[in-house]
């Protein structure tokens, strides 16, 4: 599938607020994985699926979107990613610190306290790439060390950060990164690090509840911001969102989260077929990458070039390229070998480029998964993953007016997009022009 991401109108243009009622009519409707609709209809109204089947009577205040050769999607749901997200100004990379042993938290990476939400900037034009390409919502951590801070749900739509909020604080995010000339400063002093501030945040949570049952006689803890941002993780309430790209950080996650029993979210991962029995056992939840490495193209021999060497045509060379194609296969058949073994999975977008997703997403289907599968963990796989199911992942009525419309199939090399719907927002993908509904109202004066 080819999606050009040029020509989108850079200034959004505001259509009067006319209806926010929509009716798609004759479209091939693909409810979720494997639940098909032909000529069916979908009602929206107030951002909301009101009614999808076919022969439905169309309200009168409707806009009708006619869906002749249109196929119709849930949105795509991305369960990782800095889309919208800014990186803070401020670098402490270059700050020398008297105390390398011991620095500020801030200078080790570790500001878990932090709120992505105070990050997000919807104008930025990574959210209408990404959007352009089926995904209506991502799972959003703010930029920075080996704990950023919290991560929220968010529709990639609305004029603020407030409007895209879906759910907040819903994740702490971590990463093995080491901090720069100070401890922890290696992959080993992170996971040290690690154990040392949950072990510390259980305590003090521990000593907090003792001072609120009885608070005679007993000192009054100190506020530490840092250990409290552990404590919905040590409550369960959240999971730790946890990137693991290759087979030993994967490893090292999982051992970290049997040592100390958090929930556990293992993200981005690239490499993880191997481990596969023990994300099983371990009850963790994952996302695969997007991001796969370059398949090798066949190059054309030029009869009048000259005669290539020996070592071109040697066993050794012959091993090295088999090995690295072989490699390649495993990367692009990862999906498939987490279907395979029954282990629910969802995919991110982190590190691969916007231009290569929809291709990628063919390559993978081509290594194993079907088209119900990959759709399966774009939709409703991530849904359930991330507790949304009861208002994502699938095009029933009551559930959010997230929707992809597409010409052809979507996975289909041809398929182009026409209309994204986010939050019951239309959004024209071939357009210069976005529509978009007027202004909620509230009681507020």
């Not at 400063?185 to 949950?198: F, H, I, P, S």
């Not at 194609?325 to 629910?344: E, I, N, P, R, W």
Request: glycine share 6%; with cysteine.
């Amino acid at each position: 599938m080819c999606i050009s991401t040029l020509g989108f109108a850079q200034d959004e243009r505001k259509l009067g607020p006319v209806t926010r009622s929509y009716a798609i009519t004759q479209a091939t409707i693909v409810q979720g994985p494997g639940r098909k609709i032909e000529k069916g209809t979908v009602l929206i109204k107030d951002g909301l699926i009101t009614a999808v089947g076919q022969n439905l009577t169309i309200p009168a205040d409707a806009i009708q979107v006619k869906g002749d050769s249109l196929y119709v999607y849930a949105g795509f749901i991305d369960g990782l990613s800095r889309v919208a997200v800014t990186r803070p100004k401020e670098d402490l990379s270059k700050e020398k610190v008297k105390d390398p042993g011991n620095p500020a938290p801030e200078r080790a990476g570790i500001t878990p306290q932090n709120d992505v939400r105070n990050f997000l900037n919807p104008a930025d034009k990574a959210v209408e790439e990404l959007r352009a390409l089926g995904f209506t919502t991502a799972h959003v951590v703010p930029h920075g060390g080996m704990l950023s801070g919290s991560g929220s749900v968010i529709f990639l739509g609305g004029s603020s950060a407030d409007e895209m909020v879906v759910v907040s604080r819903s994740s702490l995010y971590s990463e093995l990164t080491p901090a720069e000339r100070v401890y922890p400063n290696t992959v080993l002093g992170v996971m040290a690090k690690w154990r040392e501030l949950y072990r510390q945040a259980s305590l003090t949570k521990s000593y907090e509840s003792t001072y609120a049952s009885n608070r005679i006689g007993i000192d009054r803890p100190a506020t530490d911001r840092v250990l409290e941002a552990f404590y919905p993780v040590i409550d369960k309430k959240i999971p730790v969102l946890f990137r693991a790209d290759k087979a030993l950080d994967l490893q090292r996650v999982l051992t970290l989260q049997k040592d100390l029993a958090f929930s556990l979210i293992a993200v981005n991962l690239k490499e993880g077929w191997d481990a596969i029995p023990k994300i099983k056992s371990s009850g963790a939840k994952v996302f695969l990458s997007l991001e796969l490495p370059e398949e090798k193209k066949e190059e054309k021999k030029d009869e009048k070039a000259p005669a290539e060497s020996p070592f071109t045509d040697s066993l050794e060379r012959k091993a090295l390229e088999k090995r690295r194609a072989d490699f390649v296969a495993l990367h692009a058949g990862q999906a498939s070998s987490f279907q395979k073994a029954g282990v629910a999975f969802g995919f991110t977008t982190l590190s691969a480029k916007t231009k290569d997703i929809s291709s990628n997403l063919r390559r993978i289907i081509r290594a194993g998964l079907t088209e119900d599968q990959a759709l399966a963990a774009l939709t409703t796989s991530p849904a359930s993953l991330l507790g949304l199911s009861d208002r994502l992942g699938s095009i029933d009525p009551g559930k959010v007016a997230n929707l992809v419309i597409s010409r052809k199939p979507y996975f289909d090399e041809k398929s182009k997009m026409q209309y994204v719907f986010v939050d019951g927002v239309m959004y024209r993908i071939e357009s210069k022009e976005i529509e978009k509904p007027a202004e909620k109202k509230t009681d507020k004066p």
